[in-house]
């Protein structure tokens, strides 16, 4: 379970978390030991919300310009989100690296590297492990440290457009839910997952759900 601060009264609201992975988001930094020795470059543990947390946008405007990076939900969720959350909690964050598809078209170099993640939203590839025409193509590829991943708490689909492990609710419903990865092929989309835990795609401004997360 986490505690959110985020009641207008002063008080808290709380959710339950997921174990998305173990030993998977790359570290900005990786760990050292006394001596300089280089002692992990991985995450311990990642954590995302089992439900939807909040209703909002990636942006104002239809458009994914400038991708993830970018987005205003990006800045805030690192911002306006962490501080909502309990200060120890703050300073157990792990940051990592992070990448994801951005519009213009499905060769490697549409695979956006973005650094020094403390909250952020599973791109398509990490719910699905597999990349669909139109959404998230570049994420099959290896850049730099990264290599393509699935979240262990997503896994058993086979590659499917549809994973039942993705559904997620807002209350008592189903809602779609964005993903991180901008559409390849059109600066309005972004790449989600709609009520069936299907594959799906929706416009930057619109209300869909946001499930944050976060890795120690």
């Not at 987005?71 to 940051?95: G, Y």
């Not at 994973?163 to 989600?192: E, M, Q």
């Amino acid at each position: 379970y986490l505690r959110v601060d985020d009641q207008p009264d002063g008080g808290f609201s709380v959710h339950e978390m997921d174990l998305l992975g173990i030993a998977q988001d790359t570290l900005f930094t990786a760990r050292k030991d006394g001596s300089g020795a280089t002692i992990a470059t991985k995450a311990g543990l990642t954590f995302g919300f089992r439900g939807i947390y909040s209703l909002g946008n990636i942006n104002s405007t239809n458009s994914t310009s400038g991708g993830w990076s970018s987005s205003a939900l990006r800045n805030r969720l690192r911002s306006t989100f962490m501080r909502l959350l309990d200060p120890v909690l703050q300073d157990s964050i792990s940051p990592v690296s992070k990448n994801q598809q951005i519009f213009g078209g499905t060769s490697g170099s549409y695979l956006q590297p973005t650094t020094g993640e403390t909250i952020w939203i599973p791109s398509t590839f990490e719910v699905y492990g597999n990349v669909f025409s139109l959404c998230n193509d570049s994420e099959r590829y290896a850049k730099g440290s990264y290599s393509p991943f699935q979240y262990q708490a997503f896994s058993g689909n086979g590659g499917s457009a549809t994973n039942p492990k993705a559904i997620k609710r807002y209350g008592t419903s189903a809602h779609f839910w964005y993903t991180r990865s901008a559409s390849s092929n059109d600066t309005l989309r972004v790449c989600g997952v709609d009520t069936a835990g299907a594959n799906a795609r929706t416009v930057a401004s619109a209300l869909n759900g946001i499930v944050p997360c976060f890795a120690v």
